[in-house]
């Protein structure tokens, strides 16, 4: 399994973006895919989580109204799209994979054996 995120660039305070996770090397949809974070001096943040086999999709409250998750079947691609975005965004963000639920997901990111590289979004004026 591989996953290569990407999208990420420089974006004004109140800018949008969307940043996409391309999977392989899975044989069927019965997996989640989840989205995280790490901002330079915090921890690695959950921020939302996508089942692929049903569309059921969770965010974390820091980016719940603003970011919206998504995914197409026939690309085996995950997307975040990310709105509104403010200077607190600005993080690496990675796409994480290999877990059959996203329940606690942001707690629990051991459980994730697949990890994408990590796409820069730097949000300032």
């Known amino acids: 399994v591989q996953l290569q995120a990407s999208g990420g660039d420089l974006v004004q305070p109140g800018g949008s973006l969307r940043l996409s996770c391309a999977a392989s090397g899975f044989t069927s949809n019965n997996y989640v895919v989840a989205w995280f974070r790490q901002a330079p001096g915090k921890e690695r943040e959950g921020i939302s989580c996508i089942r692929m086999s049903d569309n059921n999709a969770s965010y974390a409250n820091s980016v719940k109204g603003r970011f919206i998750i998504s995914r197409d079947d026939t690309e085996n691609t995950v997307y975040l799209q990310l709105n509104s975005l403010k200077p607190e965004d600005t993080a690496v963000y990675y796409c994480?994979?290999?877990?059959?639920?996203?329940?606690?997901?942001?707690?629990?990111?051991?459980?994730?054996?697949?990890w994408g590289q990590g796409t820069q979004v730097t949000v300032s004026s």
């Open positions: 994480a994979t290999g877990r059959y639920y996203c329940s606690s997901y942001g707690t629990r990111q051991n459980e994730f054996p697949y």
